[in-house]
């Protein structure tokens, strides 16, 4: 089934980072349908993977020209910074009234962070209400928290460039977007697992019931060589696979324990996902993989390759969550 969508004006465009370029996905209404461009964008020399505006200068000046080679204006962004560069945490909290709820994520904030939370930007989402338990319902809560230095350097980063920064997303949720939709069929009773394999590390994310439940940031990236043809998949690299397994296999079991759920699906997505030597090691996790298909479940003229799966997730903020 696929779910039409009318946004109420232009759509952001998604602008995700990977080690060594931009990945942008512009989307436009044509029809009944949406139009999807993707680009990609060699990013400076001395640019720091893990640091996006560390080298703002040069920065400025390629989303100037991009801009203006495609006529962008100044259009809104929604981005994203690599998940290592971002703490997210899920919490578990008794169900109370929302004044509450704001005060008890800053408490909680600040016992994660034990800094003054004046140094950081920090957010939180309500995934999910349990009440199941009438003596003891509770609320499932998403933090997210950057340093706001960085928090401003991005935002002068995009603003000097001309463009109108929308917001900083989390990479979890964009992948959410990007890769699941509610309307198909019996996908909203099923725990699926989304792993996006990028150039800076892999992101797990687990959707139950339609809803974001646990989310991890995993320090394991494919080469770029191995992605081209796989020849570079040495004894480290599949050592370190192996690593990603074991720790993929924590994940799910810690997910079970708590929701005494059992995942079905694992869809993988970014950059490094079609290496030739990694989906059947991914078999041995007892899971249905596939590839991730970016927009899937959507009237788009195209649907992206699944290294964009981030890219245009962020460029669904706000119009499919």
């Known amino acids: 089934m696929r779910w039409r969508f009318r946004s109420r004006g232009e759509l952001p465009l ?22 999807v461009k993707t680009f990609s964008f060699p990013l400076p020399d001395k640019t720091m993977p893990d640091d996006p505006v560390s080298n703002q200068g040069a920065l400025v000046e390629l989303l100037q020209t991009i ?14 910074l690599p998940s290592t560069q971002v703490l997210v945490r899920h919490l578990q909290v008794p169900a109370m009234a929302a004044t509450e709820v704001e005060k008890a994520v800053y408490w909680e904030a600040k016992q994660l962070l034990r800094t003054d939370l ?19 319902p509770s609320l499932a809560i998403m933090l997210a928290a950057i340093p706001k230095e960085k928090a401003i350097g991005i935002y002068q980063l995009f603003s000097k460039a001309g463009f109108q920064l929308k917001a900083i997303d989390v990479v979890p949720l964009a992948l959410k977007r990007a890769l699941l939709s509610g309307n198909i069929s019996g996908q909203e009773n099923e725990s699926t697992v989304l792993l996006d394999l990028g150039s800076n590390c892999t992101q797990l994310a687990i959707v139950s019931q339609g809803q974001l439940t646990f989310s991890r940031s995993l320090p394991f990236c494919i080469p770029s060589g191995a992605r081209k043809d796989g020849e570079d998949a040495n004894q ?43 989906t059947p090691l991914l078999q041995e996790l007892n899971l249905k993989v596939a590839y991730g298909i970016p927009g899937r479940g959507l009237e788009l003229d195209q649907y992206p390759d699944p290294s964009f799966a981030v890219a245009l997730g962020l460029a669904l903020k706000g119009v499919r969550e």
């Open 14 to 35: 998604g602008i995700a980072w990977e080690e060594d370029l931009l990945r942008v996905v512009d989307m436009q209404r044509q029809g009944q349908e949406y139009q």
């Open 67 to 80: 801009r203006k080679e495609n006529r962008w204006g100044q259009r809104s962004v929604v981005t994203a």
């Open 118 to 136: 004046t140094d950081y930007s920090f957010d939180y989402m309500i995934l999910s209400r349990d009440l199941s338990q009438k003596d003891r």
């Open 236 to 278: 480290s690299l599949w050592s370190k696979t192996k690593e990603l397994l074991t720790e993929m296999r924590r994940s799910l079991d810690y997910f079970q324990a708590q929701t005494r759920q059992k995942a079905e699906e694992l869809i993988i997505s970014g950059s490094g996902s079609k290496w030739p030597g990694f």
